[in-house]
């Protein structure tokens, strides 16, 4: 029996389910189901909205109003405030808002001790100093560690998410990947101040990936694994798979400049549990899935 037969008799909850890895995880389980509808599904985000995944509505409660009393037997945490250069917001508010979201989770993960339990973490909670230039970066390092801290437990299984692939990364965010995408789309030059490491998967292999091994028995810890590949390269495949006009221009490193932690060898891929897409086809296929969406 696949962990597909199985979920098809789970209650399963989603927090932070109307965010972009959100709806790759959502995304991926329709492609499986044929509809999100045949499962006994709960989906929770920061506040009570309808998201769509490829024209089929998906309800979203608030976390806050999430007080069952029964239990579910399989939880998939998303939540998380990220950081975001773009709005200015103070550290400490930043801070209260993921202690927030993670007393609501861990009271969930309380009422339900025996559900399998998916804990999406990242590969910033591997070092936090390496973010010391930036107070914000540097608390959403130690604020994932505390997260995999807190709600790790006998059936948990925490996937340190690097970079990654998908075609429901929105455009607008300001992931340097979707930068790229913007810039090529109209022609316009792409200038990477810093040519850093970078290690990338495929958003919907991972989850995958991570759900069917929690099912066989995986627990603890593990990294998402991926393609390293310098973020001139980057773009450059980028440029070529939208056939863009666009120059990618590299200005020269600073003497300080640190290059990204690349992430360990994840031990699905070790497991042969399937071969991870090259950059190549994940850019391909996220571009695909962009502009047909």
């Known amino acids: ?17 109307s965010g972009w890895i959100g709806h790759e995880f959502l995304c991926q389980l329709q492609g ?32 806050t109003s999430i007080t069952d009393s029964f239990s579910y037997d399989l939880i998939v945490h998303l939540a998380f405030v ?41 590969g910033a909670a ?9 107070d914000i970066l540097k608390n959403y390092s130690l604020l994932k560690q505390n997260m995999e801290s807190v709600l790790r437990d006998s059936n948990s299984l925490v996937v340190r998410l690097w970079s990654a692939t998908g075609h429901h990364m929105p455009l607008e965010s ?7 995408i913007r810039r090529a789309k109209i022609n316009e030059d792409i200038f990477i101040q810093n040519d850093v490491l970078r ?9 995958e990936a991570a759900l069917d091994h929690l099912y066989n028995g995986g627990r603890g810890m593990i990294n998402s ?13 980028t440029v070529k798979a939208m056939n863009s006009n666009s120059r990618v221009i590299v200005k020269k490193l600073r003497p300080d400049s640190k290059l990204d932690y690349i992430s360990p060898e994840s ?10 897409s090259s950059i190549e086809i994940q850019i391909s296929e996220m571009i695909q899935g962009i502009y047909k969406s």
């Open 1 to 17: 029996m696949t962990f597909q037969d199985t979920l098809q008799n789970n209650r399963i909850l989603i927090t932070g389910a």
């Open 32 to 63: 499986k189901f044929g509809r999100l509808e045949h499962l006994d599904l709960t989906c929770a985000s920061s506040k009570q909205k309808t998201i769509y995944i490829h024209g089929e509505p998906i309800e979203c409660k608030s976390l």
């Open 82 to 122: 990220l950081p975001n250069p773009s709005k200015a917001i103070k550290v400490e508010e930043y801070i209260r808002m993921n202690q927030e979201i993670l007393t609501l989770t861990k009271d969930l993960f309380d009422q339900s001790q025996n559900a399998l339990k998916l804990i999406m973490s990242s």
């Open 126 to 134: 591997l070092d936090g100093s390496n973010f010391s230039h930036s």
């Open 174 to 180: 300001h992931y340097a990947l979707a930068d790229f």
């Open 199 to 207: 290690s990338y998967v495929s958003a919907p292999e991972i989850l």
């Open 225 to 237: 694994g991926g393609s390293a590949i310098t973020l001139s390269k980057l773009a450059d495949i």
């Open 267 to 276: 031990k699905l891929y070790l497991n042969n549990f399937k071969k991870l």
